[in-house]
């Protein structure tokens, strides 16, 4: 039967319903040059094309008239573009296609997409650090046995796989002498962390107790670089980094690990803790190889920025995946030090930040920061009361409007901080290193009580 527009007309219902249900957008499909900003905050402008005039058809010259008109057409959203990812369905999107939305709603250019979480714990000559911004680890007990039960559920079953959030990650393309490559992690640190404990405790198991744990063994663990490359040296022999802080008390796990005569170190007790109660749950459990077999199915939407091209703060402030919610400690934080080159930000956190934490206390660190900050900037934006909602934006502008975002003025910013947070300490916690203002602090205290 020879070719015809009119045979081809009878399925052309079929097809349409066929490429209606298969196509995804242009926009998630292409280069992202194909999109631009439109003219506010809450629009993008997208390409469209319109075909008129292409019904005169004839075998040997095709289409001889009509037209293409290519135009962009303006798209409004109800926030402002690159602020809010769109809501997506965990359970039945595609991790492709949630990469792409993430990609599309942030408006950079990066990488991303479906990944298992154990390509990216054992991947060659490459570990990850969390830089000094990020927030110390912070997950307890109830965040743990959330991502135990869903390792344990997935691990039950015969085959499927578990989407357990987005890991953002910014390449630092620079190699160490030894050859290894640092990854910075913006989002997802807590539970990376938290899953290199549960490895941790299972790799102990293994060790002791191989008759139960058949599915993997102490030395494939080692040898596989979950946790330690084993052959390098220094620092880039761990394969997680954390801040100050925890990074002491994480690399004495692994050293324990390695060498049971070396003593875990306290400084971090969430970390402590929880290797503890996965030791517990380990024991507990009537089959240990499904926590095994249940990480091995674990995957995330691996987010890789370019350094240099892409805003790692605009994509922090906008994902935070799983687990707790930032706190404004944690936004200013990285708002602050997020910008930096790295050597200053490791010298900014050691010389104020480190010490503004300890001076409000590391314990309840982020509810008395939070609060230390809305009375701050209550004083100087005096008479005006400041709500908790709008400290964060009100930071942000403080530090516009006194050009502390200029290069070498966040140390100026960081330095007044700390003397307010000083002052700070001495009339809420008593916490006065002189005695004159520790006197006025507690008559302070005294008359307030009475009020």
């Not at 674990?298 to 919610?325: R, Y």
Request: glycine share 6%; net charge negative; proline share 3%.
């Amino acid at each position: 039967m020879g070719n015809s527009i009119a045979s081809a007309k009878n399925y052309t219902t079929i097809l349409d319903e066929v490429y209606r249900c298969a196509a995804v957008s242009a926009c998630l499909n292409s280069p992202r040059c194909m999109v631009r900003a439109g003219c506010n905050a809450e629009e993008i402008m997208v390409p469209k094309i319109q075909v008129s005039g292409l019904g005169d058809y004839a075998r040997n010259v095709g289409y001889k008239t009509g037209s293409i008109t290519y135009e962009f057409e303006t798209k409004t959203f109800n926030y402002d573009r690159g602020i809010k990812p769109p809501a997506v369905n965990n359970r039945s999107a595609p991790l492709s296609k949630m990469g792409a939305l993430i990609a599309l709603s942030l408006g950079v250019h990066m990488n991303a997409g479906p990944q298992s979480i154990v390509s990216l714990l054992t991947s060659a000559n490459q570990r990850m650090v969390i830089p000094v911004y990020q927030r110390a680890y912070s997950w307890d007990e109830e965040q743990c046995r959330q991502l135990w039960d869903d390792i344990v559920t997935i691990g039950r079953r015969s085959s499927g796989t578990h989407f357990t959030g987005s890991v953002v990650m910014v390449l630092g393309g620079e190699f160490s002498a030894s050859g290894v490559n640092k990854l910075l992690i913006i989002d997802g640190q807590q539970r990376i962390t938290t899953l290199s404990l549960l490895i941790a405790a299972m790799a102990e198991y293994a060790r002791e107790r191989p008759e139960k744990l058949t599915h993997v063994s102490y030395e494939e663990i080692i040898d596989s670089g979950y946790l330690v490359l084993k052959y390098k040296k220094g620092e880039d022999h761990y394969r997680l980094t954390l801040s100050q802080g925890d990074e002491k008390t994480l690399c004495s796990v692994v050293d324990h690990l390695e060498k049971p005569d070396v003593e875990i170190v306290g400084e971090s007790h969430r970390i402590v803790d929880n290797l503890a109660l996965f030791r517990t749950w380990l024991s507990n459990i009537d089959d240990p190889n499904v926590v095994w077999d249940g990480i091995q199915r674990l995957e995330i939407v691996a987010i890789t920025l370019s350094q240099g091209q892409d805003n790692p703060q605009l994509i922090f402030e906008s994902m935070n995946s799983t687990g707790k919610d930032l706190s404004i400690a944690d936004l200013v934080r990285n708002f602050v030090l997020m910008g930096l080159p790295m050597d200053e930000q490791e010298d900014l956190y050691a010389n104020y930040w480190r010490k503004i934490e300890e001076t409000l206390g590391a314990d309840s660190y982020d509810e008395v920061f939070d609060e230390f900050l809305r009375n701050w900037l209550t004083v100087i934006n005096a008479p005006t009361s400041i709500v908790a909602r709008d400290v964060y934006r009100l930071f942000k502008r403080h530090v516009m409007d006194n050009g502390y975002d200029k290069p070498g003025q966040m140390a100026e910013l960081l330095k007044e901080i700390r003397r307010y947070a000083g002052h700070y300490a001495c009339i809420t916690a008593d916490a006065c290193e002189d005695k004159e203002p520790a006197f006025f602090s507690h008559a302070f205290r005294s008359l307030t009580s009475q009020l």
